[in-house]
């Protein structure tokens, strides 16, 4: 007669651990002989077996049909059970897992709704939940901008980076169960200066002689408006002279220079 028991262990998940949607159990069963059942018991009572036939037997439980609001609990109970083809069995040591199926709260703050911006605009996101936040996602429609782990939830947004448009923008946050939650969308408007001003010097005259002080003169416009020009010599990489406001003249002071061909341009 066999009267050895199976071995046989849960190896996910772990006791204290907190469960949501469907929960995967993990087990690991043997027997000198032949296994008949690999099975999961809780309290409060369900019976689950598994459909497997090699180890490890996995036994799949959908939490949210036995969430506290239907039956009057949050936590569960659970061991595996392991039996034999004569009759023997063998059980692990309780578990006890914590069942949250509850998402958590979510907006998304920036500039207030409908507003038109440009350059970098930071993101915030407000949430709550009863285990905590593990992350929070930002998106514009449904591209990914960033992810942050932790709070404040934050994410500095480059506006630069797409084309001048409307967007709805949204945050998805994920607490520590793996339950998540999208924000109502804010939409805001990019409008971006990607427009180059025009420039072109006026004085003095391409292959002009020049000697002592010189006025340089350029014109410049912008749909956005000009902020300053800038005068340069040759590969020079700083200007010899600026000008914020029209007329935009720069002094250039030939008598430091050299005897020969220079080339001017504005910027």
Sequence with gaps: NDKNPPAVSLLSPKDGDTASGVVTFTIEASDNQKLASVEVFTLPLMVLTSSGTVSPFTVRWDSTDSTKSAYGFDTITALAAARDVAGNTATTSPITLRIDNAPPAVSLSAVPEGTTVSGTVTLAASTTDNLGIAKVEFYRGTVLLGTDADAPYVFVWNTAGVANGTFALTAKAYDRAGNNAISAPLTLTVSNDKTLPSVSLTSPRASSTVKGVVTVA?????NAGVTRVEFYTDADLAPFAADAS??????????????????????
């Design 218 to 222: 350029a014109t410049a416009s912008d």
């Design 246 to 267: 029209a007329p935009y003249e720069g002094i250039w002071d030939t008598r430091a220079a050299t005897t020969t061909t220079h080339s001017l341009r504005a910027k």
